[in-house]
Nanobody, 116 residues
Framework: QVQVEESGGRLVESGESLRLSCVVR????????RTWYRQAPGKPRELIAE????????WLNSVKDRFTLSRDNNEKETVYLQMSSLSPDDTALYYC?????????WGQGTQVCVFS
């Protein structure tokens, strides 16, 4: 059974940094494509960043100079989204998605709130 769990979201001040974690238990590491999305109130969900099993990445243009992705080399179950220079525009519910072959799995999301 595959389980996706995000963590790390909290209230931060503008300009601060934050690291989100996405743990996927029961994943097939050879096929697991890990994607971060976010959804702000009243807006559609948008893709932020995606990492393939061989660590190729794609980015949302508006964040690629401030956010980075990394994978836990020991277990490879955890992908981190490191966010810097946060602004109120980054306030959203952040979701992790794991695509394994033809099946996708979502987490419940972790809330990030940025105040100025």
């Amino acid at each position: 059974q595959v389980q996706v769990e995000e963590s790390g979201g909290r209230l931060v001040e503008s300009g601060e940094s934050l690291r989100l974690s996405c743990v996927v238990r029961g994943s097939n590491k050879r096929t697991d494509v890990r994607t971060w999305y976010r959804q702000a109130p009243g807006k559609p969900r948008e893709l932020i960043a995606e990492m393939t099993p061989n660590e190729n990445t794609i980015w949302l243009n508006s964040v690629k100079d401030r956010f980075t992705l990394s994978r836990d080399n020991n277990e490879k179950e955890t992908v981190y989204l490191q966010m810097s220079s946060l602004s109120p525009d980054d306030t959203a519910l952040y979701y992790c998605h794991s695509q394994q072959g033809g099946v996708g799995y979502w987490g419940q999301g972790t809330q990030v709130c940025v105040f100025s």
